[in-house]
């Protein structure tokens, strides 16, 4: 993966190489879309939804299995975003429903970290690519492992103490759906990550604090969180 | 010292402006051989990290866009399957109504970069480019507005021709910029003009992502963004950086 000499986490797990490019698909939850009610039809957004809501998770975000989350001064708690997400192994350009799962190397769990923000009618940078926002779990798990990444189960623990569960069943946009109207427009290259959707209403986490993310199948992934952070 | 990266023969060089013999402006590979400038496939001029770009940063063109200037930089991100180089193609889809280009000043970072205060940021800029950032106004929505599907579009963001240094330019707070569709004047602008200057937006980003080399911020682009259809050559200026030309093409082309 490309980094800079200030970026020093490494993120390859073979035998699987990440390009350290993460995306992520917003509201892509049912969970998240019905979280906002009737404001969806208001102002600043006046409908919702029609294309999948991306954003990204820059190489300065991505950090490794353990690694703390710092929560920057003059923010009291941050949000966990767990996420399934797919980890593309060919180049993946205008792709059919029929040919999409294909496209995968595999699966991992991405921790989509965020000061919480509303509302999300500018893209939330200062909000969501502080570094060390994008905990990543240590291992691809290959595509074939996994029977079907529309059911499964995804869990949040804070402390020990099971705050959220989830299941990529609700996914507005189910896995290969995404990935069409994603690769419409937009070429995934192998190595980059694809988020696939958070639920709502997302555990909020302090300083002191420790999150685990368990996706049935695909693994753990722990990160403590620590303050006093610029 | 300007450096291009282009595809000749077979692999990629790095090449810097040259007179040919027949006086037309050419390029120098380092292994000697000069060539025409349409002699060889221009590449992005570096290996971008984090793009990152700026949007409403010239106060006219926040204006002619019906919005009030915003009181923290409109920022957002770019993935690296939309960069282009200098003399490439883009694509603009049957059926939308409004596609324009926005010329705009890139600056590279060549120093990692993390709390810099202002007085010291130029010192983490390693050159500029031009760059022209594409949109598709049709398919705006007001979710994270500016959306991907907008402004991070396969081959949709230019970059080019040359990565000059920093020492070359020493006030980029006082540059022109230019647009022409077509060789017709449609932009003009200059960098002096910007909301949010260079030191400030390293200032920003600094303040809570790491920059590291190679991480690029478009500074956004002033007002005269207009409408341009298959078959358009678009050339962006900017004084001292020289030109980059595109050519906007229809979907036929990818077989759509």
Known sequence: MASGPCIAVTMD????????????????????????????????????????????????????????????????????????????????????????????????????????????????IAAKARDGFCPLSGRVVPRSAIADPDDLTVRVSVDGELEQTSTTSELVRPVAKLLVDVTDFMTLMPGDILAVGVAAPAPRVRAGQRI??????????ENPVVGACA | MKLARVAYAGAIHAAQPCELADGRAGVALTDGRRLAEEAVVWLPPFEAGTVIALGLNYAKRASELAFSTPEEPLVFLKGPGTLLGHRGVTRRPSGVKFMHYECELAVVIGRCARGVRRVEAM?????????????????????????????????????????????????????????????????????????????????????????????????GTPEGAINVEAGDEVVCEIEGLGRLQNTIVGDELFGR
């Not at chain 1, 980890?87 to 970290?113: Q, W």
């Not at chain 2, 010192?123 to 949109?135: E, L, P, Q, R, S």
């Open chain 1, 13 to 124: 797990v073979p035998p699987f190489r990440l390009s350290g490019m993460v995306y992520g698909a917003l509201l892509n939850h049912r969970t998240a879309l019905a979280a906002l009610g009737a404001a969806v039809n208001q102002p600043p957004y006046q409908a919702p939804p029609r294309a999948p809501v991306l954003y990204i998770k820059p190489r300065n975000t991505l950090a490794s299995d353990g690694a703390a989350i710092c929560v920057p001064r003059g923010v009291s708690e941050l949000e966990v975003g767990a996420s399934l997400g797919l980890v593309i192994g060919r180049p993946a350009c205008r792709l059919s429903l029929e040919n999409a799962l294909a496209h995968l190397a595999g699966y991992l769990i991405v921790n989509d970290v965020s000061v919480p923000h509303l509302p999300y009618y500018r893209p939330s």
């Open chain 1, 212 to 221: 685990r993310i368990e996706i049935e199948g695909i693994g753990q992934l």
């Open chain 2, 123 to 219: 010192a983490h800029v390693a050159g500029y480019c031009i760059a022209n950032d594409y949109a598709i106004r049709d398919y705006l929505e007001n979710w994270y507005r500016p959306n991907l599907r907008v402004k991070n579009r396969d081959g949709a963001t230019v970059l080019g021709p040359y990565l000059v240094d920093a020492t070359d330019i020493p006030d980029p707070a006082d540059l022109g910029l230019r647009t022409y569709v077509n060789g017709k004047l449609t932009q003009q602008g200059n960098t002096g003009d910007m909301i949010t200057g260079i030191p400030a937006l390293i200032e920003y980003l600094s303040s809570f992502m790491t920059l590291a080399p190679g991480d690029v911020i478009l500074t």
